[in-house]
Protein backbone atom coordinates (compact mmCIF):
# COMPACT_ATOMS: atom_id res chain seq x y z
CA UNK A 1 0.00 0.00 0.00
CA UNK A 2 1.60 3.61 -0.88
CA UNK A 3 0.50 5.76 1.51
CA UNK A 4 -0.05 9.54 -0.39
CA UNK A 5 0.00 13.31 1.09
CA UNK A 6 -2.13 15.65 -1.06
CA UNK A 7 -0.79 19.59 -0.45
CA UNK A 8 -2.99 21.64 -2.87
CA UNK A 9 -4.64 25.16 -1.66
CA UNK A 10 -7.60 24.42 -3.81
CA UNK A 11 -10.27 21.68 -1.97
CA UNK A 12 -11.83 20.99 -5.08
CA UNK A 13 -8.01 19.23 -6.62
CA UNK A 14 -7.99 17.48 -3.41
CA UNK A 15 -11.11 16.12 -3.81
CA UNK A 16 -10.48 15.25 -7.42
CA UNK A 17 -7.12 13.41 -6.49
CA UNK A 18 -8.55 11.88 -3.59
CA UNK A 19 -11.21 10.19 -5.86
CA UNK A 20 -9.21 9.15 -8.43
CA UNK A 21 -6.34 7.60 -5.97
CA UNK A 22 -9.41 6.05 -4.30
CA UNK A 23 -10.04 3.72 -7.69
CA UNK A 24 -6.38 1.90 -7.04
CA UNK A 25 -6.20 -1.09 -4.72
CA UNK A 26 -2.66 -0.02 -3.85
CA UNK A 27 -3.16 3.96 -2.86
CA UNK A 28 -4.24 5.20 0.50
CA UNK A 29 -4.22 8.63 0.99
CA UNK A 30 -2.67 9.11 4.73
CA UNK A 31 -3.21 12.73 4.82
CA UNK A 32 -3.98 16.48 2.72
CA UNK A 33 -2.55 20.16 3.50
CA UNK A 34 -4.16 23.51 1.84
CA UNK A 35 -0.76 25.12 2.38
CA UNK A 36 3.54 24.60 2.31
CA UNK A 37 2.54 25.46 6.08
CA UNK A 38 0.07 22.74 6.43
CA UNK A 39 2.50 20.38 4.33
CA UNK A 40 4.97 20.27 6.70
CA UNK A 41 3.02 19.59 9.44
CA UNK A 42 1.75 16.74 7.37
CA UNK A 43 4.69 15.38 6.71
CA UNK A 44 5.97 15.67 10.55
CA UNK A 45 2.31 13.41 11.86
CA UNK A 46 1.60 11.48 8.96
CA UNK A 47 3.00 8.22 7.86
CA UNK A 48 3.44 8.82 4.05
CA UNK A 49 5.50 7.33 1.21
CA UNK A 50 4.60 9.91 -2.11
CA UNK A 51 3.70 13.73 -0.91
CA UNK A 52 1.86 14.69 -4.12
CA UNK A 53 2.16 18.78 -3.71
CA UNK A 54 1.38 21.82 -6.08
CA UNK A 55 3.48 25.30 -6.16
CA UNK A 56 1.36 27.98 -6.22
CA UNK A 57 -0.25 28.55 -2.81
CA UNK A 58 -0.68 31.39 -0.43
CA UNK A 59 1.63 31.84 2.34
CA UNK A 60 4.54 29.25 1.98
CA UNK A 61 4.85 28.12 -1.03
CA UNK A 62 5.08 24.68 -2.66
CA UNK A 63 9.35 25.77 -3.36
CA UNK A 64 9.47 27.04 0.47
CA UNK A 65 7.64 23.33 1.65
CA UNK A 66 9.78 21.19 -1.02
CA UNK A 67 13.20 22.77 1.10
CA UNK A 68 11.47 21.64 4.51
CA UNK A 69 10.40 18.61 3.39
CA UNK A 70 13.95 17.65 2.08
CA UNK A 71 15.31 18.92 5.90
CA UNK A 72 12.90 16.56 7.54
CA UNK A 73 12.17 13.95 5.76
CA UNK A 74 14.93 13.22 3.21
CA UNK A 75 13.41 9.90 2.02
CA UNK A 76 10.42 11.10 1.57
CA UNK A 77 9.62 11.01 -2.33
CA UNK A 78 7.73 14.21 -3.56
CA UNK A 79 5.73 14.72 -6.69
CA UNK A 80 5.38 18.39 -7.82
CA UNK A 81 1.75 18.62 -10.00
CA UNK A 82 1.92 22.53 -10.74
CA UNK A 83 -0.27 23.98 -13.35
CA UNK A 84 2.95 25.68 -14.55
CA UNK A 85 4.46 23.85 -17.92
CA UNK A 86 7.48 21.91 -16.93
CA UNK A 87 10.34 23.96 -18.87
CA UNK A 88 9.57 27.03 -16.41
CA UNK A 89 9.81 25.39 -13.04
CA UNK A 90 10.95 21.20 -13.64
CA UNK A 91 14.76 21.17 -13.64
CA UNK A 92 15.17 23.50 -10.46
CA UNK A 93 12.68 21.53 -8.43
CA UNK A 94 14.33 18.35 -9.57
CA UNK A 95 17.71 19.61 -8.98
CA UNK A 96 16.56 20.91 -5.82
CA UNK A 97 15.09 17.68 -4.52
CA UNK A 98 11.99 16.90 -6.27
CA UNK A 99 11.40 13.07 -7.42
CA UNK A 100 9.32 14.58 -9.95
CA UNK A 101 7.64 17.34 -11.95
CA UNK A 102 3.92 16.71 -13.65
CA UNK A 103 1.42 19.19 -15.10
CA UNK A 104 -1.83 19.53 -14.23
CA UNK A 105 -2.84 19.23 -17.57
CA UNK A 106 -0.85 15.40 -17.81
CA UNK A 107 -2.82 12.12 -17.81
CA UNK A 108 -4.39 10.95 -15.14
CA UNK A 109 -2.84 7.73 -15.64
CA UNK A 110 0.45 9.44 -15.73
CA UNK A 111 0.27 10.75 -11.77
CA UNK A 112 -0.02 7.03 -11.13
CA UNK A 113 2.53 5.80 -12.85
CA UNK A 114 4.50 8.52 -11.64
CA UNK A 115 3.65 7.68 -8.00
CA UNK A 116 4.72 4.21 -8.18
CA UNK A 117 7.91 4.88 -9.32
CA UNK A 118 8.31 7.31 -6.51
CA UNK A 119 7.21 5.24 -4.21
CA UNK A 120 10.07 2.63 -5.46
CA UNK A 121 12.61 5.62 -4.09
CA UNK A 122 13.03 6.66 -7.63
CA UNK A 123 12.95 9.97 -9.65
CA UNK A 124 9.71 9.90 -12.05
CA UNK A 125 11.52 11.28 -14.96
CA UNK A 126 8.68 12.45 -17.53
CA UNK A 127 9.87 12.27 -21.39
CA UNK A 128 9.26 16.39 -21.57
CA UNK A 129 11.11 16.61 -18.30
CA UNK A 130 13.98 14.22 -20.02
CA UNK A 131 14.01 16.42 -23.07
CA UNK A 132 14.85 19.41 -20.97
CA UNK A 133 17.18 17.81 -18.68
CA UNK A 134 18.42 16.25 -22.27
CA UNK A 135 19.15 20.10 -23.35
CA UNK A 136 20.03 21.24 -20.37
CA UNK A 137 23.35 19.00 -20.95
CA UNK A 138 23.81 19.85 -24.23
CA UNK A 139 24.14 23.56 -23.32
CA UNK A 140 27.66 25.11 -22.88
CA UNK A 141 27.76 26.40 -19.42
CA UNK A 142 26.78 30.25 -20.47
CA UNK A 143 23.56 29.52 -22.51
CA UNK A 144 21.44 28.42 -19.69
CA UNK A 145 19.24 30.79 -18.81
CA UNK A 146 20.19 32.96 -15.54
CA UNK A 147 17.94 31.31 -13.59
CA UNK A 148 18.75 28.17 -13.72
CA UNK A 149 22.18 28.90 -12.35
CA UNK A 150 20.95 29.89 -8.63
CA UNK A 151 21.06 27.90 -5.40
CA UNK A 152 18.01 26.67 -3.97
CA UNK A 153 18.31 29.06 -1.34
CA UNK A 154 18.64 31.96 -4.47
CA UNK A 155 16.08 30.72 -6.22
CA UNK A 156 13.64 30.93 -3.05
CA UNK A 157 14.68 34.55 -2.43
CA UNK A 158 14.12 35.84 -6.27
CA UNK A 159 11.13 34.69 -6.46
CA UNK A 160 9.94 36.35 -3.23
CA UNK A 161 10.94 39.25 -4.39
CA UNK A 162 10.13 39.09 -7.90
CA UNK A 163 6.45 39.04 -6.03
CA UNK A 164 7.25 42.13 -4.38
CA UNK A 165 7.65 40.77 -1.12
CA UNK A 166 10.00 42.73 1.30
CA UNK A 167 13.25 41.41 2.52
CA UNK A 168 11.85 41.55 6.14
CA UNK A 169 8.89 39.34 5.26
CA UNK A 170 10.80 36.90 2.96
CA UNK A 171 13.33 36.44 6.28
CA UNK A 172 10.49 36.01 8.99
CA UNK A 173 9.13 33.02 5.94
CA UNK A 174 12.32 31.72 5.63
CA UNK A 175 13.31 32.04 9.29
CA UNK A 176 16.70 33.98 8.33
CA UNK A 177 17.43 37.77 9.31
CA UNK A 178 17.24 40.64 7.63
CA UNK A 179 20.91 40.54 6.87
CA UNK A 180 21.09 36.53 5.67
CA UNK A 181 18.46 37.69 2.88
CA UNK A 182 20.23 41.04 1.54
CA UNK A 183 23.25 38.86 1.25
CA UNK A 184 21.82 36.11 -0.97
CA UNK A 185 19.90 39.13 -2.84
CA UNK A 186 22.76 40.58 -3.99
CA UNK A 187 24.15 36.98 -5.09
CA UNK A 188 21.14 36.63 -6.76
CA UNK A 189 21.31 40.15 -8.60
CA UNK A 190 25.27 39.51 -10.04
CA UNK A 191 24.56 36.07 -10.49
CA UNK A 192 21.46 37.32 -13.05
CA UNK A 193 23.10 40.57 -13.94
CA UNK A 194 20.09 42.72 -13.05
CA UNK A 195 19.86 45.86 -10.55
CA UNK A 196 16.70 46.40 -9.42
CA UNK A 197 13.74 44.08 -8.07
CA UNK A 198 12.09 45.99 -10.64
CA UNK A 199 14.44 44.00 -12.82
CA UNK A 200 13.25 40.51 -11.27
CA UNK A 201 9.66 41.09 -11.51
CA UNK A 202 10.51 41.98 -14.95
CA UNK A 203 12.26 39.00 -15.93
CA UNK A 204 10.04 36.49 -13.96
CA UNK A 205 6.80 37.63 -15.69
CA UNK A 206 8.92 37.13 -19.17
CA UNK A 207 10.03 33.66 -18.41
CA UNK A 208 6.32 32.80 -17.00
CA UNK A 209 8.31 31.56 -13.42
CA UNK A 210 5.56 34.10 -11.96
CA UNK A 211 1.51 35.34 -13.15
Same mark, same amino acid.
Given at each position: ?20 ? %???? /? ?21 ? /? ?5 ? !?????? *? ?9 ? $?????? #?? +?? *? ?8 ? @? ?6 ? &? #? =? ?16 ? *??? &???? %????? #? ?8 ? %? ?24 ? $????? +??? %? ?5 ? &? ?8 ? @? !?? =? !????? &?????? #???
Amino acid at each position: MIKIGIVDDHAVVRTGLKSFF %STFV /DFRVAGEAGSGREAIDLVRTADL /DVLVMDL !SMPGQS *GIDALAMVRAK $APDLGV #LI +LS *GYPEEHYAVN @LIRQGASG &Y #L =NKECEPEEIAKAIRTIAL *GRR &YISP %SVAEL #LAGQLERKDG %SAPPHEHLSEREFQVFLKLAKGETVG $AIGEA +LSL %SVKTIST &YRTRLMEKMN @L !ST =N !SDLTY &YAIKTQ #LID
